[in-house]
């Protein structure tokens, strides 16, 4: 019995010895106002691997995964509402726990309008045109922007006699009040008459705007405009 001693002991110190090659990774979520974000969904993939976890950060915004191998991950942040986040080459050692600070953009709005139109005769071409505790902000609320006045676009008479079809893309930013800002074409290959036709009606165009945790905000969008020739 006394030869067996020595190795039982040695068999309990390597029970308990912490494994290695094993990391972990934490962060916060947080909107663009600073607020953290509750129920944003984070998943990590490991590079060069079929691996992946999955949290969802707490109502302080953080989120915890552990034990994870050692490598690099890519590690992407959804909710809804918000742009997806995605962050590429982050590393996980056991030496250095790696923490992210993430923040959530908001997504961008989207709206679509085709305009039909029968061809028509030749018509004239038209003229040319520090240290002390506070609490924390629980954010991640976006009330999605919704389209409440809407002037359709006219069909350019002179593109209806030519045949004239296309898709006009425009961007814009929706403001605080509702209506749009610096509305901008984004394709070039389309003919400028649909284009004038498009900024003229769009412009005109009234949004109720977007709240991010109940206080409105500027927000990106992009709208398409489809000219189509009935056949």
């Known amino acids: 019995m006394k030869t067996l001693l020595p190795i039982l002991l040695v068999f309990s110190s390597l029970a308990v010895a912490a494994p290695s090659g094993e990391g972990a990774l934490s962060g916060v979520v947080r909107d663009a106002s600073g607020a953290t974000v509750p129920s944003a969904r984070v998943t990590v993939a490991q590079t060069g691997s079929d691996r992946r976890e999955f949290a969802i950060t707490k109502e302080t915004g953080d989120f915890y995964l552990s034990p994870l191998p050692e490598g690099t991950y890519t590690v992407t942040v959804a909710k809804e509402g918000f742009a997806l986040n995605r962050q590429e080459g982050i590393e996980v050692s056991a030496a250095r726990p790696a923490r992210l600070e993430i923040v959530l953009n908001l997504g961008r709005v989207r709206e679509a309008v085709t305009v039909t139109a029968s061809r028509t005769g030749p018509a004239a071409p038209p003229p040319a045109a520090g240290g002390v505790p506070t609490r924390i902000r629980v954010g991640g609320s976006v009330q999605a922007t919704k389209l409440v006045a809407q002037t359709r676009p006219l069909y350019p008479p002179a593109c209806k006699a030519e045949g004239v079809a296309g898709t006009v893309l425009l961007r814009a930013v ?57 056949k």
């Open 174 to 230: 929706i403001s605080m009040e509702g209506s749009l800002l610096n509305v901008t074409p984004v394709n070039r290959l389309v003919d400028a008459r649909l284009v004038e036709a498009a900024l003229d009606a769009v412009r005109t165009w009234r949004y109720q705007p977007t709240l991010l945790n109940g206080q409105p905000v500027e927000v990106i969008t992009e709208i398409e405009v489809n000219f189509t020739l009935a």
